[in-house]
C-alpha cells in the first residue's frame, strides 16, 4: 500500500464550526506533513511530524491544530476559520524527516476546504 | 531567506515538442532538489538530485543539478498532453533536527495536440 489516504476529499464550513481533516498511511512512514496549497501556488509548509512528535510548526494561527495519534495518522482540527483559509490541505508522509529521508514525499489526493 | 524560483511561470507547446523548465535556488544548508507533478491534486515525485553533472532519467523526462550555479532543469522530450502539469520544483533544506522541503511557484505546461 503506497497510498496517502485523506479525508473529506471536500468540506464547506462556518466560521463558527469545529472540524477535522484526517490523513492515513500505512507505509511505516515516521514522518507526516500538512501543507496548504492556495489556487496557483505553490504548496505551503504548515507541520511537520516526526515519530509521532510535532518538529516543525511554521507559525500556523492556532485556529489549526494538529494531532497525530499514532505512526499512521494524522488529523487537523480546524476552529473559527477565516474565509482566507479555503485553499486545499496536502497531506504527505515520507521514510523520516531527517538526515536526507525528508525528500521523497508521497501525497494524498487533499481536502479542499471552503470557509464561508 | 530560503528561496525557490521556477522560470518560465507557463509554457504552451505543441506535441512532440521538447521543454526545458528551470528551477534555481538559494538555500541555507541545502541537501536535495526534487522535481514534481502536480495535476489536479496530489503532487507526484519524479527525481531527486543530490550531486552536480549527474543526469537522471525517467522515460521522456531526465533532469540535472549543477550546485555551483545553484539551478536545475528538467527536460521533456518528444511532449504528450497527458504531460500536460504543474511542475513543481522543491529543494530540501536541513534544519536543526528536521529537514524541510522549500517549494518552488512551479511551472504551468500546457501541451495541445
Known amino acids: 500500500d503506497t497510498e496517502v489516504t485523506q479525508t473529506p476529499k471536500h468540506l464547506v464550513m462556518g466560521m463558527t464550526n469545529k472540524k477535522s481533516l484526517k490523513c492515513e498511511q500505512h507505509?511505516?512512514?515516521?514522518?507526516m506533513y500538512w501543507y496548504k496549497q492556495k489556487a496557483k501556488k505553490p504548496p505551503e509548509l504548515m507541520f511537520v511530524y516526526s515519530y509521532e512528535k510535532l518538529s516543525i510548526n511554521e507559525s500556523v494561527p492556532s485556529r489549526f491544530s494538529p494531532e497525530c495519534p499514532n505512526s499512521s495518522l494524522l488529523n487537523l482540527h480546524l476552529h473559527a476559520l477565516q474565509p482566507e483559509d479555503s485553499a486545499l490541505y496536502l497531506c504527505?508522509?515520507?521514510?523520516?524527516?531527517?538526515?536526507?529521508?525528508?525528500?521523497?514525499?508521497?501525497f494524498g489526493e487533499g481536502s479542499r476546504l471552503t470557509v464561508l | 531567506e530560503d528561496k525557490v524560483v521556477q522560470s518560465p511561470l507557463s509554457l504552451v507547446v505543441h506535441e512532440g515538442d521538447t521543454v526545458t523548465l528551470n528551477c534555481s535556488y538559494e538555500?541555507?544548508?541545502?541537501?536535495?532538489l526534487l522535481w514534481y507533478k502536480q495535476e489536479k491534486k496530489a503532487p507526484t515525485f519524479l527525481f531527486m538530485l543530490?550531486?552536480?553533472?549527474i543526469e537522471k532519467k525517467s522515460g521522456r523526462l531526465s533532469s540535472i543539478l549543477d550546485k555551483k550555479e545553484l539551478f536545475s532543469i528538467l527536460n521533456i522530450t518528444a511532449t504528450q498532453t497527458g504531460d500536460s502539469a504543474i511542475y513543481l520544483c522543491?529543494?530540501?533544506?536541513?534544519?536543526?533536527?528536521?529537514?524541510?522541503?522549500?517549494f518552488g511557484t512551479g511551472t504551468r505546461l500546457q501541451v495541445f495536440p
Open positions: 522543491a529543494v530540501e533544506a536541513v534544519g536543526g533536527n528536521t529537514d524541510k522541503l522549500i
Open positions: 504527505a508522509s515520507s521514510q523520516e524527516a531527517t538526515s536526507g529521508n525528508t525528500g521523497e514525499l508521497f
Open positions: 507505509m511505516g512512514h515516521r514522518a
Open positions: 543530490t550531486s552536480s553533472g
Open positions: 538555500v541555507t544548508n541545502f541537501r536535495s
